[in-house]
């Protein structure tokens, strides 16, 4: 199935964050400190600009919708909650697309996602049907993802790191896929807050919890992901498998990670 070119929707904010979160990733690979190499070193300076864009994402209406949106997904509850629907196709018209048609629309995201959904699924709309529509297979998924990186002008080492994260989730994704309600509540928001949290003791000049480069990897993929979502069904559905990658943090062992 052909990848179309996505429609990448960043605020300022947003740019500069990923700037930000991409020259910290790379400076992390020239510095001879004795820090361990899974931490990234900020300066007070650094970590207070972090700070500042990082509670500017956090705190959007854009991203805390996305992140009910996307736990309700995962969780199974699409076809039973009204309001996971409502944003889809809020956000779709906010981003220039029709609402007409609406009904297939959702239910061919809802499949192509695949949370509680049968391979064979096809959609009907109208009385009549459509060319089935089925999960996406994890595989295109991580194809997808190069692709947004690449057209974000991401760097490749940064678009590297990023592919690792979601090659190493898979397992976790399929396991979601395949459950109801395994998504714990508020984990999407809550995962970003606490990394702003602890990105807000190093701009005090604590050091208890030094940031990984995980971490910034996992929100180079929250802020990247989320610029895509509601434009087309296959933008939506890995915006969505791309953010739970990023929850998956806390559960994945990164020190299988090659280049850890």
């Given amino acids: 199935m052909p990848i179309y070119e996505p429609q990448i929707a960043l605020s300022e904010v947003d740019r500069e964050l990923l700037e930000l979160l991409g020259q910290l990733l790379l400076s992390q690979h020239c510095l001879g400190h004795n820090m361990p190499a899974v931490n990234v070193p900020l300066s007070l300076a650094e970590a207070n600009r972090l700070l500042y864009l990082l ?21 199974g509850d699409a076809w039973s909650n009204d309001n996971l629907r409502e944003i889809y196709l809020s956000w779709r018209k906010y981003k220039g697309r029709s609402r007409a048609m609406s009904s297939r629309h959702w239910n061919e995201f809802v499949v192509r996602a695949g949370f509680n959904s049968s391979e064979n699924s096809a959609i009907y709309a109208g009385g009549f049907r459509q060319a089935p529509v089925r999960p996406m297979p994890l595989e295109h998924f991580v194809k997808m993802e190069a692709k947004l990186a690449g057209s974000a002008n991401i ?106």
């Fill in 55 to 75: 509670e500017s994402f956090v705190e959007s209406r854009y991203f805390r919708e996305a992140a009910y949106f996307i736990e309700g997904m995962a969780n």
């Fill in 155 to 260: 760097h490749p080492r940064v678009t590297q790191l990023i592919l690792e994260l979601v090659t190493e989730a898979s397992p976790k994704i399929t396991a979601l896929r395949k459950s109801k309600g395994g998504l714990k509540k508020d984990s999407v928001w809550t995962g970003v807050r606490n990394l702003a949290d602890k990105i807000s003791e190093v701009a005090r000049g604590l050091e208890r919890h030094p940031v990984s480069k995980f971490e910034l990897v996992a929100i180079t993929t929250t802020v990247l992901d989320a610029s895509a979502m509601y434009t087309t069904r296959d933008w939506t559905a890995t915006g969505v498998l791309s953010n739970l990658a990023a929850v998956s943090l806390q559960s994945l062992d990164f020190r299988a990670w090659p280049n850890s």
